[in-house]
C-alpha cells in the first residue's frame, strides 16, 4: 500500500521517485500484469510495480508505453532516431508490412522492421506515395524535392 505524507492509503497512479506505480481501489500495489486504467487505457506494472514506459516487448509482443505509463494504441510514435512506428488498437502490438489508420482517418504503412515509408512506394502494385510524416498522401498533390508532383 502506499500512504501520502497525511497518512492515507491513496489509490490509482501514483508517482514516487520518477517512478510510476498504479495501486487498485482497495489501495494494493499492482504488480507483474497488464492493468485497465478506468479510462480504458492499460498500463503494465513489471514484478516491483513500476509502469513500462517506452518500447518494451512484454510476452512476445513489441509494444510502446507513453511517459505516463499508459499503452499507446491505434496511434504513431516518432521514436528519437526519427523512424515513425504504429500500434494497433486492439493488442497495441507494434505494426509490421501493413497499413494503420490513424486516429483522424489518415493512412500509413508499415514496413517489415515496423518503421513508416516515406515517399514513392510501391506497394501491393500500387504506386504510392508518403509525406515525411508518415501519411498517406490521398486526394491531395504532394510535390517532392525534385519537383515532381504525386497524388
Known sequence: MYLDDK???S???QRID????YFDPDGKQVVCRFEELPDGSWMYLD???VAATG???INGQELYFDNNGKQVKNDKVINDDGTINYYTGMSGE????DFGELPDGSWMYLDNQGNAVIGAQ????QNLY???DGRQVKGEANVDSSGEMHF
Do not use: C, E, P, R
Not at 18 to 21: G, P
Not at 94 to 97: P, R
Not at 122 to 125: A, L, R, S, Y
Open 7 to 9: 497518512g492515507v492509503s
Open 11 to 13: 489509490t490509482g497512479i
Open 18 to 21: 520518477d517512478k510510476i506505480y
Open 47 to 49: 514484478d516491483d510495480g
Open 55 to 57: 518500447a518494451q516487448k
Open 94 to 97: 507494434k505494426l509490421k508490412n
Open 122 to 125: 510501391k506497394i501491393n502494385g
Open 130 to 132: 508518403f509525406k515525411t
